[in-house]
């Protein structure tokens, strides 16, 4: 399984060897985050070189397929495990599926350059050197790739190669390298496109000037929106930030690299990251929508798990020949978004053999029946279609409807084709189901229809639903039919029962539909499962409302956002919620108009919070937030408009079951509403009791710096008390930020016992320049060093809490990290610029 921080391991190193007792230090390169891209002309794109290899013949013509250590490993990255996965691939049938780069990430090399100023490998991780990899590589069939980075230094402080590009391309090239990931730390960009075109290309020159053939990788995140420019350039671009192992950053990449499809092709690539698959933070429904839209989207196929340790299940996964026939279709065109509503998508791609794949895909969290017209796609007009669903074999027809039911957070391929004689193949029916919310006793009502999409109707159609055991369902409409016809439906509503003490939690309803086909009536069953969230009502004390989920949750643009704003349609994408420069760090980010509920099961007696119009977005017209006890108004703000002081409502909830928070506006145009700080009461405790979670404050400061210092002086920065902002009390600190970053923090004159929190936190607000963020932490008498490694950006002129769990840090082999001995604590910043902080706090 990945861990989390990742990127402790890459700096750990250096610091755990130079860090002694009396806490000398030493820098730690950070990761240094996407600057936001000048605007300026767009430069023509250069000549197509890049995809050529030698002879003329096309490299990368489909998307590459390979195993790259980063997201499992990070800089653990040795010859063993090189040598062990190229094993793997042969012997696993990776190889035979078309997986043929084995690539080495950052780490690889020595600190420093070698006396004739060349990349030197690693001599413990490579006693072989690079060369001696490649070989053994290059002896199993498969190809090597290397890592290398488009400034002075890699995102993990090795030597990068701006302005020795000729040298480390040759190098590499002598080495037997046959693919470059090429990064964007510590690159001195000014920020302009104009520059990344300039770097980008220096190293696409200098492969060339080798003659050897190597798939270039560019890797600057998306940056200076590569896609348009760097076709000619390299074989693939990076398109998103990093990915990560959660449903929340799988969901964003898809959605920002799904419309890109035009510029994809034969030898030019969109890249959204290398594959999570098995690091086991996912479910295998995320992970097989993760390979499918992949595929679906023409993407590389970089496996970043351990092969050592994979599962049955990931490996059937990573090695399925019908899903990777798509992405490495010959025909080289990445899927087309056919339709994006409401968190269903449908992808359209064309193949080579005339068939087209497409993808029915629910980002949703609860099933949904996701429908396509055929001719809404690129598929010819016919009189039936032929669907095989790519992973499960099972093929259907359908007369003009392309439908499935399809899980939360999943995807259905389809392999579609006109079919001439559909009566011989069995109908397509989907099995779609909708669930109320379920509470305890009170039951819920689920709603199930069944949707004949083939040729012909289907008959004697019966349709049953079983409930976990203890629960009951009871029909209340037909749930027969005697014929369905073609896209006719028979819709079904049930009453659940659910016993008194079921605990909060998913339960599953599995619903099914049996039924006849064709002319020999032939016996068909169609199944599908629909989770039944039960909810139960908050735990008695005073809670911030942003740390309870909602029942359910619209938005006008965009996912409600927790404990910052609303920025736009993307999850994540908001600052600090600000009202009348007023900063919050507790709140619920939305836009108007929005609406969300929460159970409360007449056990919670009052909410009080502040409304207001968020300062990100000036906003026509004005903005109603409104607090609904039940059916009834229990607060509400009157009209509130873009620059007005935000307001405190204060809602009685005494006996109510639905709490709704509800914002209109008599304007077009979205408006940024926040719920800032709400603070929710249940249960009979006191009024001045604490609001749970419970936040310390380690460091506001009130008074001055509070001694706090720089780790590395050589590296350069400064600190110094400022009010231009605060999240509590009236200042904060102002730090001068060096390019290249510094900790910023202080040892502790006595250890601080911090037992029973789980996070620490900061708040930062950036100038012109983003920053990154990082927290680290020194434990126990030997002052042992212990990192995170998240390294969280924030953008250029915003804001965000930095967060960094007990759980993700990690200590030098041999220390246990002890909450009860902290010894000192830093913040990471490389803006460059002024960053201002404050807040610095354990929960």
Known sequence: MRKPGWHARAVAALIWSSLVASATFVPVPAYAAPPEPAAGPALPTPTDTASRGPGGRTLAATPPMGFNNWNAFGCDVNEALIKETADI?????????????????????????????????????????????????????LKLGIYGDAGTKTCAGYPGSLGVEDLDAQTWADWGVDYLKYDNCHNQSDGSREDYVRRYTAMRDAIDKTGRPIVYSICEWGTSQPWL????????????????????????????????????????????????????????????????????????????????????????????????????????????????????????KPLAN?????????????????????????????RAYRLKNVWTGDTLQVRSTISAGVPAHGTVVYRVRPVDDPRTVPPAVAVGA?????????????????????????????????????????????????????????????????????????????????????????????????????VTAPADGRRH????????????????????????????????????EKVYTRGLGTTAAGEISYYVGGRCSRLVTDVGVDDEAVASGATTFTVYADDAVAATSGPMTSGEAAKSLTADLTGTAWLRLVTTSDSTTAAHTDWAAPVLT????????????????????????????????????????????????????KVSTPTSGNWFGRPLAEPLDLSGKTMLKYDVKTGDIGTVGEI???????????????????????????????????????????????RAIWVFLNSGGEVHIDNLRAE
Not at 270 to 298: F, K, Q, R, V
Request: overall charge negative; charged content about 15%.
């Open 89 to 141: 691939f042969v012997s696993s049938g990776l190889k035979d599926a078309g997986y043929r780069y084995v690539n080495i990430d950052d780490c690889w090399s020595m600190r420093e350059r070698g006396a004739d100023g060349r990349l030197v490998p690693d001599p413990v991780k490579f006693p072989n050197g690079i060369k001696g990899v490649a070989d053994y590589v290059h002896s199993k069939g």
């Open 434 to 534: 909708s669930l109320g919310t379920v509470v305890p006793a009170g039951g819920g009502t689920l709603t199930t229809a069944v949707t004949n999409r083939g040729v012909d109707a289907i008959r004697d159609l019966s349709v049953s639903a079983q409930a976990p055991a203890g629960w009951t369902v009871t029909p209340t409409t037909p749930r027969h039919r005697a014929r369905l016809a073609t896209d006719a439906t028979l819709r079904t509503t049930w009453t659940i029962g659910v016993p008194e003490d079921t605990g909060a939690g998913s339960y599953p309803i599995n619903v099914t539909a049996a039924y006849t086909w064709g002319p020999n009536h032939r016996h068909a069953t169609t199944a599908g499962q629909i989770i039944a969230v039960v």
């Open 229 to 348: 420019w760097a076709e000619g350039v390299g074989h693939l671009w990076r398109t998103t930030g990093d990915i990560s192992d959660n449903w929340s950053s799988l969901r964003s990449i898809i959605r920002q690299n799904a419309p890109l499809a035009q510029y994809a092709g034969r030898g030019h690539w969109n890249d959204p990251d290398m594959l999570e698959i098995g690091n086991g933070e996912m479910t295998d429904t995320e992970y097989h929508t993760h390979m499918s839209m992949w595929a679906m989207m023409a993407a590389p196929l970089i496996i970043g798990t351990d092969l050592r340790a994979a599962s049955p299940e990931t490996m059937a996964i990573l090695g399925d020949q019908d899903i990777i026939a798509i992405d490495q279709d010959p025909l080289g065109v990445q899927g087309s978004v056919v339709s994006d509503t409401g968190g269903l998508m449908v992808l359209d």
């Open 682 to 733: 249940c249960g009979g405790v006191p009024a001045d009791s604490p609001v749970l979670p419970v936040s310390q404050t380690l460091f506001s400061f009130e008074s001055g710096t509070d001694d706090f210092t720089i780790a590395n002086p050589g590296d350069g920065g400064t600190v110094a008390q400022s009010p231009l902002f605060h999240t509590d009390g009236a200042n904060g600190l």
């Open 354 to 382: 005339g068939d087209r794949a497409i993808a029915l895909y629910n980002s949703t969290d609860s099933p949904a029946t996701v429908t396509v017209a055929a001719s809404a796609t690129g598929l010819k007009p016919a």
């Open 545 to 580: 409302l942003s740390t309870i989920p909602p029942v359910t949750s619209s938005n006008a643009i965009g996912p409600v956002e927790t404990d910052q704003s609303n920025g736009g349609p993307l999850e994540n994408d908001g600052a600090l919620i600000t009202i009348g």
């Open 776 to 822: 680290a932490i020194q434990v126990g008498d030997g002052m042992s060093w212990c990192q995170g490694g998240l390294w969280a950006w924030t953008n250029p002129n915003s804001s965000r809490t930095i967060t960094e769990r007990f759980s993700q840090i990690e200590c030098p082999a041999g220390v246990t990290l002890d909450p009860s001995r902290i």
